[in-house]
C-alpha cells in the first residue's frame, strides 16, 4: 500500500490502496457511494475517517471544514472531556465525537438513521476496544425524538449543523432540551449568508442562549461560539 502523504493543517492523504479498506461490513449498503479515506492528526493522535460519497449520505458524507476547526480548537484550548458526559448533534463522519471521547469523554455521537454505519465504520477504525466508557452511535431527529435523550449534558457538540433554515426551530428545540444550567455548548459554523448561519447564531439563538464567539477564522468564514443556558429569571 502506498504510504499516506501528510498535507497542510494535519491532513494526511490516503494513497489509493487504502480505499479497498474502506467498505463496511455490509458491502450493499453503500453500494451507490464513492468511498474515500482521509487522515487527521489532531491532539497528538491520527484519525482515519471514511467518507462515503453519494446520493445517499449527501451532506453527511464528508469532513467538513468546520468539523476540523472544532477538533483543532479542542487541540488549541486543549480542552477536557475526562469524565463528562458530550453528544454530537448532525455528527456526519463522527470526527468530532470520536476525538471527545479519544480525549476521555462519555460520547453520544448522533445523527439521522442514514449515517449511523457510517459513523459506527469511524469508531471502530480510531476508537481501542479497550476505552471504557465506548461512543455510543445512536439516531436523532432534531425536534422529534430528542426526548429518548436525557437533559443537562456537560458539553454539546455541533459542526456545520446550522445550514437549513426550516431547521432552525427544531434544533433549537432540541439543544434546549439537550443543554442544562451546568451545559457548555460548542458549535463551529461555516457563516453562509446563503444558509441563514447569521440569522441563527445572531438573532434566534441568542433568545434562549448565550452565545459567545470564541474563535473566528476569516480565511475559512468559520466561527466557533461557546453556548450556554441564559440564566433563568
Known amino acids: 500500500m502506498a504510504a499516506p502523504r501528510e498535507a497542510p493543517g494535519g491532513h494526511v492523504e490516503a494513497g489509493a490502496g487504502a480505499l479497498e479498506a474502506v467498505f463496511p ?17 489532531l491532539c497528538g493522535r491520527v484519525l482515519r475517517i471514511s467518507q462515503h460519497h ?19 480548537y479542542f487541540e488549541e484550548q486543549r480542552l477536557d472531556f475526562q469524565g463528562k458526559s458530550v453528544i454530537e448533534l448532525g455528527a ?3 470526527i468530532v465525537g470520536i476525538l471527545a471521547a479519544l480525549l476521555g469523554g462519555d460520547v453520544t455521537i448522533t445523527d439521522l438513521p442514514v449515517a449511523l454505519e457510517q459513523i459506527r465504520e469511524n469508531v471502530r477504525r480510531n476508537v481501542p476496544a479497550t476505552l ?31 445550514y437549513l433554515r426550516e431547521t432552525f426551530p427544531l434544533l433549537l428545540g432540541t439543544l434546549r432540551h439537550l443543554c442544562g444550567p451546568r ?18 447564531f445572531d438573532t434566534l439563538l441568542p433568545q434562549h442562549f448565550l452565545a459567545e464567539l470564541v474563535h473566528r477564522d476569516e480565511e475559512q468564514n468559520i ?10 429569571g
Open 25 to 41: 461490513r455490509d458491502p450493499a449498503l453503500f453500494a451507490d457511494s464513492f468511498p474515500e479515506e482521509s487522515r487527521y492528526r
Open 54 to 72: 453519494g446520493a445517499r449520505l449527501g451532506v453527511a458524507a464528508p469532513v467538513w471544514e468546520a468539523a476540523l476547526a472544532l477538533c483543532g
Open 92 to 94: 456526519g463522519t463522527g
Open 132 to 162: 471504557a466508557p465506548q461512543p455510543r452511535v445512536r439516531a436523532l431527529s432534531w425536534g422529534l425524538d430528542h426526548g429518548a435523550f436525557p437533559s443537562g449534558y456537560d458539553v454539546v457538540l455541533g459542526a456545520d449543523i446550522v
Open 183 to 200: 451545559s457548555v455548548a460548542y458549535l463551529a459554523s461555516k457563516m453562509r449568508r446563503e444558509h441563514g448561519a447569521g440569522l441563527f
Open 223 to 232: 466561527n466557533i461560539y461557546r453556548v450556554t443556558c441564559r440564566p433563568r
